[in-house]
């Protein structure tokens, strides 16, 4: 039971200093973190790291190993600054609050010791990463930040920030500039070549960061690219725990447990980390600590980003257009629940393949209990956001694969148009969705247009790719999409479920 938060004035400032004065019952880093030295620097160091990777190398310290690979942090945006100068004055310690149903607990995490400043052209993330005593650059940089033209899966050469890599590869933009200048210092230092490594929700994670990298060095420095392709690693891996964005309703939470945190991080008491074990100089031994190392990483990605991702946007784009802010609540209404397990047991499991310990029937009804954890306050927005990039990683593939099987995807189709529904900009109430989408205007725009002509949606070849020319699939969604305009969304989701 921990103590009533005290007033404002009374909160322990958290920093190394005050670590022996935070409230018995919270965990703290046993260790000596004066003697920790970096060997990971991490590109886009936020709320999802901190409770996941950074967790899981902080429990290594904690058994005294591995201190050698702490984490720096670095971005390579404009707004990554302030997080930067938060961190920083609390030492880069976090506070993790495991939001159990049962039991909240809280716990400090210490494995970062620094952050790189943030600069335009990069120069100290590229040097920081340059050091030889750096053996891993890890990056969540969102499904939607590898360059990749959706159309064709491939390296996306034509975006305003390759062509200014290409033109400035000292003084790049982009994380990936930042990187592939640093291993051609690593070069010519004759220094090994640090292991690249995404920890984003995308399938082949490892294999999209190859080609980016690989593809945009090739375009200035062909001769490093092929160094790089022949001798750095890029492991892949499946990254899962739910983790909420920080508010006000965080920062008040961490206030009870008398600590005075900026940035503290809420997550689901579930974490789950899949890794090839691919590294060029070394790594943490992770296994220790709940790490499944495996050289089939491919049947759990793909068994996570269809059922609990597809999951996710299924039930997001139809709780925003009805009006329900949180995940859970969504949970809560019966239509949406039944939709999800409808779809996720009859259209989406068919196509999963079982991993050692879980069928994809069971990690149905794993999702389930996940998705219903009242104490996740997940919103809506958050889950639906950049469905640009999110539908064509976590829902078309399964769309695609079921449609060339000739087998029902009439639950995927309503998907689909409930996005596109949501994409129009007003809910069901006539209340404004506020933009939410990296092409939001554009999106908004083929909405409209879909409104009449719902094929118009399906012409978005960095989305929808092949699908769009598959008859059987655009009358579907044509469909559903004119009874969710005509009947609404909780007609047209009770009709789905009583076919």
């Known amino acids: 039971m921990r103590k009533q938060a005290l007033d404002a004035g009374d909160l322990v400032n958290l920093n190394d200093k005050n670590l022996p004065s935070i409230s018995d019952g919270i965990a703290r880093p046993e260790y000596d973190r004066s003697k920790l030295t970096p060997g990971i620097v991490h590109i886009g ?8 990777q950074a967790w899981y190398l902080h429990r290594l310290m904690q058994q005294g190993l591995d201190t050698d690979w702490a984490i720096i942090g670095a971005g390579v945006r404009s707004n990554d600054a302030e997080q930067r100068s938060k961190l920083l004055e609390q030492d880069c310690l976090t506070t993790l609050i495991q939001l159990d149903p049962n039991e909240k607990t809280a716990e400090i995490v210490g494995s970062m010791i620094g952050y790189v400043p943030i600069e335009s052209n990069n120069t100290a ?11 891993i650059a890890s990056l969540t940089v969102t499904e939607g930040g590898y360059y990749i033209d959706q159309s064709t899966n491939k390296f996306d050469s034509n ?9 400035n590869p000292s003084k790049p933009r982009t994380a990936f500039g930042a990187m592939i200048e ?12 640090f292991t690249c490594m995404s920890c984003d929700n995308l399938q082949g994670n490892g294999d999209i960061l190859r080609q980016t990298i690989v593809s945009l060095a090739q375009l200035s420095n062909p001769d490093l690219a092929q160094w790089i392709s022949e001798n750095c690693a890029f492991p892949n891996s499946m990254v899962d725990c739910i983790v909420p964005a920080t508010g006000e309703k965080e920062l008040a939470l961490v ?19 899949v890794l090839e074990d691919k590294f060029t100089d070394g790594r943490p031994d992770w296994g220790q600590v709940g790490v499944t190392i495996t050289d089939n990483v491919h049947d759990y990605e793909a068994m996570k980003l269809r059922i609990l991702n597809g999951g ?12 329900i802010d949180q995940i859970d609540q969504c949970m809560d209404n019966s239509l949406i629940k039944s ?7 009859t259209e989406i499991a068919p196509t999963v393949t079982p991993v050692p310990g879980m069928t994809a029937e069971a990690y149905v009804e794993l999702i389930d209990g996940r998705f219903s954890n009242p104490e996740i306050i997940d919103t809506v927005r958050r889950v639906a956001f950049d469905g640009s990039s999110r539908h064509p990683a976590f829902l078309l593939p399964t769309i695609l694969d079921v449609v060339k099987s000739k087998r029902s995807f009439e639950g995927l189709a309503l998907a689909e148009a409930l996005w596109a529904r949501m994409c129009q900009g007003v809910r069901e109430d006539g209340s404004a969705i506020e933009a939410n989408d990296p092409d939001w205007n554009s999106l908004v725009q083929l909405a409209k247009q879909a409104k009449d002509i719902p094929t118009v949606w399906l012409q978005q070849p960095n ?10 699939f655009s009358d579907r969604f044509s469909y559903w999409l004119n009874k969710v305009w005509n009947d609404g969304t909780e007609s047209a989701i009770q009709a789905y479920l009583e076919v």
Do not use: C, M
């Not at 160091?45 to 996941?52: V, Y």
């Not at 993330?125 to 053996?135: G, N, T, V, Y």
């Not at 975006?159 to 033109?167: A, C, L, P």
């Open 182 to 193: 640093a291993l051609r210092i690593r070069r010519a230092n004759d220094l090994k070549p």
């Open 159 to 167: 975006h305003e920030d390759i062509i200014h890599d290409v033109q």
């Open 125 to 135: 993330l590229i040097k920081q990463l340059a050091e030889q005593s750096i053996r």
């Open 463 to 472: 989305v929808y790719g092949e699908l769009a020319s598959h008859a059987l």
């Open 339 to 345: 939709f999800f397990r409808k779809v996720a047991s």
């Open 45 to 52: 160091l936020g709320n999802f790291h901190r409770a996941h």
């Open 255 to 273: 206030r009870t447990y008398n600590i005075d945190d900026s940035v503290p991080v809420t997550h689901e008491n579930f974490r789950q980390w």
């Open 312 to 323: 996710h946007q299924i039930i997001a784009n139809a709780g925003e257009v009805i009006s």
